[in-house]
C-alpha cells in the first residue's frame, strides 16, 4: 500500500519519529509546522491522509481540521488528531471538528499504522468516485457535483449487534431521537439482517460469550451488500490487539467501554457522513455515467469518457509515479463477419467480445469501446510486462471459443489483434502512449493477426 501522509506539528522531533515510523512502512510522508502550512498543502498537494498535532500555536488542530473540512477541495482527506491529552471532551471537540479519527500521545505503532491504512483505503475508493464524478462534469455535465447530498439531520438507520441485554439498553438510551436503531442479540441472525436491510452503520460488541466478532466483521467486508457499511467495534479495556486485527479487517472505527455518550454520537455521525457523500456520490456517477458515457451496444464505457479520463488517470500515474498501461483490440477481419451475418450478426460478436473482455481485467481497469471493432483498456498500477501477459490472456480467451451467431446455435471463429503500450519514465504524453499502442496493433495486424505485440518505446 503506498499513500503520501502528511505529517503536522511544531515539535521537530515529533516530526520526525512519525515520519521515520511511516517511512519504515514506505510511505511517502510531507511535513509543516503550523496550520497555515498545512492547509496549503492540502490545496495544493495529493494528500491522502493527514496526522495533525492539536497543541501548536496561533492556529491549533481543531481549526486547522475545521477549515480542511469546510473546503470542498480538501474536505475529502482523512484527519488523525494526536494529542497528549486524553479526556473525552478533546476527542469529542475533534470529532466535531470533522476529524476521521483521534490517537492520543505517545502513539501507539501498531494503532497508528492500521488507523492510516484503513484510512488510505478510504480515502482511495473516494477519490475514485471524485475522479469519475470529476470526469462526467469536464464533459458537460455540471450539474453532477453541484446536487445536495443526504441531510445530516436525516436520522441514520443503525444496527446494533450486542448479546448483552444491560449493554443494549444503555446504547438504546444513548441513541434515542438520533438514530433507527436495531438490535440483534445473535450475530449469526445479525449478519444476515445486515445484508437484509440497508444499514447506515453497524455497531458490533466484542463481548459474546461464544463468538468471534472479528469473524462477523470479515463477513460483513466480504459480501458485496455490506462491503461499504461502516462498522464500529464496541471493545473492552484491554482488546487493543483485537482492534488492531479489527482495523486491518477493514473495520471503520471503535470505541472502548465504558461508552461516552458525546463520543458515541460524534463518532457515529462522522461515519455516517462519510458513507452518504460516497453513497450519493457513487449513485450520481452511476446514472450520469450510464446515460452519457456509455456505449448502448456493449455496455462498455465509450470513446467520449476516454478522451476526458484517459488524461486524468496519466496525469495522477506520473504525479505519483507509478505505472500505467494501455491495450487497443482491434477484431480481425470483421468486415467479413458483418458481410457474412449481417449487422446483428456483428453486433452478437461486440456483445460478446465486451462480455469476455470485462471478465479477464479488473474492476479498477477502464474497458472502452473505442469505436467500430476497436476496444481500449487502460490499466492503473500495472507494468508493461503485466499488461501484455493480461492481453495475451484476452487473446485466448477469445481465440479458444467460438461466437455464437443468431438463434439456430450457430458459430463463428473469431480472433483478435492486440497492441500494448506503457506510460515511460521521464517525458511522455497521452498522445504518444496511444501512438504507441495503435502502432503495436498495427505490427499485430500486419504480423498475420490473432498475436499481441507490445511497444516499449
Known amino acids: 500500500m503506498t499513500a503520501r501522509i502528511l505529517v503536522v506539528d511544531d515539535i521537530p522531533a515529533n516530526v520526525r519519529l512519525l515520519e521515520v515510523r511511516l517511512l519504515a512502512e514506505y510511505f511517502e510522508v510531507l511535513t509543516a509546522t503550523n496550520g497555515p502550512d498545512a492547509i496549503e498543502t492540502c490545496e495544493n498537494g495529493k494528500v491522502d491522509v493527514v496526522l495533525l498535532d492539536v497543541m501548536m500555536p496561533d492556529m491549533d488542530g481543531f481549526e486547522v481540521c475545521r477549515r480542511l473540512k469546510s473546503d470542498p477541495a480538501t474536505s475529502h482527506i482523512p484527519v488523525v488528531m494526536i494529542t497528549a491529552l486524553d479526556q473525552v471532551s478533546d476527542r469529542v471537540r475533534g470529532l466535531e471538528a470533522g476529524a476521521d479519527d483521534f490517537l492520543t500521545k505517545p502513539v501507539n505503532d501498531l494503532q497508528l499504522m492500521t488507523r492510516v491504512k484503513s484510512l488510505v483505503r478510504l480515502k482511495s475508493l473516494t477519490d475514485e468516485l471524485r475522479l469519475r464524478a470529476s470526469t462526467t462534469r469536464n464533459i ?18 443503525v444496527l446494533l449487534i450486542d448479546e448483552r441485554k444491560s449493554s443494549v439498553e444503555r446504547i438504546q438510551k444513548m441513541l434515542r431521537d438520533r438514530a433507527d436503531l436495531d438490535i440483534s442479540s445473535d450475530p449469526h441472525a445479525g449478519f444476515f439482517q445486515a445484508a437484509e436491510t440497508s444499514y447506515e452503520c453497524v455497531m458490533i460488541s466484542t463481548a459474546f460469550a461464544d463468538f468471534d466478532p472479528l469473524r462477523l466483521c470479515s463477513q460483513l467486508r466480504s459480501l458485496d451488500r455490506t462491503r461499504f457499511v461502516p462498522i464500529i467495534l464496541l471493545a473492552e479495556e484491554g482488546e487493543e490487539e483485537r482492534i488492531i486485527r479489527g482495523l486491518e479487517l477493514g473495520i471503520n472505527d471503535y470505541l472502548m467501554r465504558p461508552i461516552d455518550q458525546q463520543e458515541l454520537t460524534a463518532r457515529l455521525r462522522t461515519q455516517v457522513r462519510r458513507k452518504r457523500y460516497n453513497d450519493q456520490l457513487r449513485a450520481s456517477v452511476t446514472q450520469t455515467i450510464e446515460m452519457a458515457v456509455t456505449d448502448g451496444l456493449t455496455g462498455l464505457h465509450n470513446r467520449r469518457y476516454l478522451d476526458s479520463h484517459l488524461q486524468t488517470l496519466f496525469d495522477r500515474a506520473v504525479a505519483r509515479r507509478r505505472p500505467l498501461s494501455v491495450m487497443i483490440t482491434d477484431l480481425d477481419r470483421f468486415k467479413a463477419i458483418n458481410d457474412a451475418h449481417g449487422h446483428d450478426g456483428g453486433d452478437e460478436v461486440l456483445r460478446e467480445f465486451a462480455r469476455r473482455l470485462r471478465k479477464n481485467v479488473r474492476g479498477i481497469d477502464l474497458a472502452c469501446r473505442f469505436g467500430g471493432e476497436e476496444f481500449v483498456v487502460v490499466m492503473p498500477d500495472t507494468e508493461g510486462a503485466v499488461a501484455e501477459k493480461v492481453a495475451e490472456r484476452i487473446r ?11 438463434q439456430d446455435g450457430k458459430t463463428i471463429e473469431v480472433t483478435v489483434s492486440v497492441g500494448v503500450s506503457s506510460v515511460l519514465k521521464g517525458v511522455d504524453t497521452v498522445a504518444a502512449l496511444m501512438k504507441r499502442a495503435d502502432l503495436a496493433l498495427y505490427e499485430a495486424k500486419s504480423g498475420g493477426r490473432n498475436r499481441v505485440v507490445a511497444k516499449a518505446a
Not at 140 to 157: C, V
Not at 397 to 405: L, R, S
Request: glycine share 6%.
Open 396 to 406: 485466448a480467451e477469445i481465440a479458444q471459443a467460438p461466437f455464437a451467431i443468431g
Open 140 to 157: 458537460g455535465i455540471e450539474e453532477l457535483l453541484s446536487r445536495n447530498f443526504a441531510s445530516e439531520d436525516t436520522m441514520p438507520k
